[in-house]
């Protein structure tokens, strides 16, 4: 019974926060969201930062995944834990910014064997709930009008999608 119990449990925190059809105005919100998250993390408002990025990297975003990487492995507003921080970045680049990918496969190439697996299983799980396909994102290289400049976008699409909770480190008592 007490296992029945514990998996019940455990099955229930596993299950997301909430579902919704986004349309293009809360879509723009989370575009919105996004970019107050950056400039707080830019200001070194790292709690606020992450209170924002950890939101919208859960919607797929995929800026937010990048930052919130270099947040868990740091330990900027949250704690320290660089296996959430390196599946964070493998999740990331899951679109193809060469980039991110770079610097993502050189941390990646530095670990052993069995950190490699641990960080494989993770973003295989984060993929599942915060990946490009779970969360209707496409990204592209694309320069602004009137500039030469060429930057990464991403884009949600409208539809039906469920936002998870993101995972934190325990702590030590």
Sequence with gaps: MRNL???????????PVFAALYDQQQIDTI???EASGLRYYKKGDFPKAFSILSETAALGMKNSQYILAYMFMKGEGVDKNVLFG?????????LGNDEWLENYEGL???LSDTHKSMVDDKIR???EKFGAAAQGITCSMTSEVGSRAIRWKCRKGEGYYTLHDVELPLRAE
């Design 125 to 127: 799980e984060y993929g």
């Design 108 to 110: 990646y190439d530095s």
């Design 31 to 33: 575009y919105e969201n």
């Design 5 to 15: 119990v514990v998996a019940v449990a455990a099955a229930m925190l596993a299950m």
């Design 86 to 94: 390196l599946a964070w970045m493998g999740l990331a680049t899951e």
